[in-house]
C-alpha cells in the first residue's frame, strides 16, 4: 500500500495518560500535515513539516502537544497529560512541496482517539 | 468571519434530484478549492478540484466557482443513497500556505429512495 499510513487506528486511554501516534506519508512527498477533526466539524489544521522542519504550528497546539518528523520521512504526534477534550479523529495528509493549484493532499485513515 | 463557511445545514433530498452545496471563503484561502467527502468514522475523501472560475464537471459532481463573489458550490446530479455523507468544502492559498487546507464545518446530505 502505497497511500499515507497512520497508526493506530483506534485509541482509549484514560484522562491524564500519553499517548503518541504516527504517520508514514506517501514516500514521495515532501510536506506532512496534522488535522484534528471533533464531530460536527470539518478538520481543523494543527501543523506542518516541511521535510524535517516544523514550519508553522495552529495555536489550537497547546504546550501538551508535540509533533516532530526526524528524518523527513514518518511523523510521530504526541499529546501529554490527555484531556477529554482531545477526543477527536486526529488526520494526517501528505502533499509534494511542488504542484499545481489542484494538486491533491491524500489523506490517512485517521486516528481515532477517546479519552476516558 | 471565518476563512471557510458552509452555511447549509442538513440537506435532504430524494433520490434522483439535484443536491446543491454551498460554500464561501475569504482572501486568505483564494487560491484553489477542493470538496471532500467524508463518510462516518471515516477519513475525508476527495470529489473534485476547483481554481478557475466557472464551472467543472466530473460525472455526476459539476463545482462551481465564482471569485468575484468568493463563492464555490457542488452539484450532485442523479443523486444516489450512496451520496450520503457530509461534505466538506476546503480551500488552498498559494506561496508558504501551499498544501494547508482550510476547512468548513460540513454539510449533512442525506439522500432518501
Known amino acids: 500500500d502505497t497511500g499515507v499510513s497512520q497508526d493506530p487506528r483506534h485509541k482509549i486511554t484514560k484522562r491524564g495518560q500519553n499517548v503518541t501516534f504516527r504517520c508514514d506519508p506517501i514516500?514521495?512527498?515532501?510536506?506532512l500535515y496534522w488535522y484534528r477533526q471533533t464531530l460536527g466539524q470539518g478538520p481543523e489544521f494543527l501543523t506542518y513539516f516541511q521535510n524535517e522542519a516544523q514550519l508553522e504550528k495552529s495555536r489550537l497546539l497547546s504546550d501538551r502537544f508535540s509533533a516532530e518528523r526526524p528524518k523527513g520521512s514518518f511523523s510521530t504526534l504526541e499529546i501529554q497529560r490527555t484531556e477529554q477534550g482531545d477526543s477527536a479523529m486526529y488526520l494526517c495528509?501528505?502533499?509534494?512541496?511542488?504542484?499545481?493549484?489542484?494538486?491533491?493532499?491524500?489523506f490517512g485513515q485517521g486516528t481515532r482517539l477517546t479519552v476516558v | 468571519q471565518k476563512e471557510v463557511e458552509q452555511n447549509s445545514g442538513p440537506l435532504s433530498v430524494p433520490e434522483g434530484a439535484i443536491a446543491s452545496l454551498n460554500c464561501t471563503y475569504s482572501d486568505r484561502v483564494s487560491q484553489s478549492f477542493f470538496w471532500y467527502r467524508q463518510y462516518s468514522g471515516k477519513s475525508p475523501e476527495l470529489i473534485m478540484s476547483?481554481?478557475?472560475?466557472g464551472d467543472k464537471e466530473d460525472g455526476r459532481f459539476t463545482a462551481q466557482l465564482n471569485k468575484a463573489s468568493q463563492y464555490v458550490s457542488l452539484l450532485i446530479r442523479d443523486s444516489q443513497p450512496s451520496d450520503s455523507a457530509t461534505y466538506l468544502c476546503?480551500?488552498?492559498?498559494?506561496?508558504?500556505?501551499?498544501?494547508?487546507?482550510?476547512f468548513g464545518q460540513g454539510t449533512i446530505l442525506t439522500v432518501h429512495p
Open positions: 495528509a501528505s502533499i509534494p512541496t511542488r504542484g499545481l493549484p489542484n494538486t491533491e493532499a491524500f
Open positions: 476546503a480551500g488552498r492559498g498559494g506561496g508558504t500556505s501551499y498544501g494547508k487546507l482550510t
Open positions: 476547483i481554481y478557475s472560475n
Open positions: 514516500s514521495e512527498h515532501n510536506r
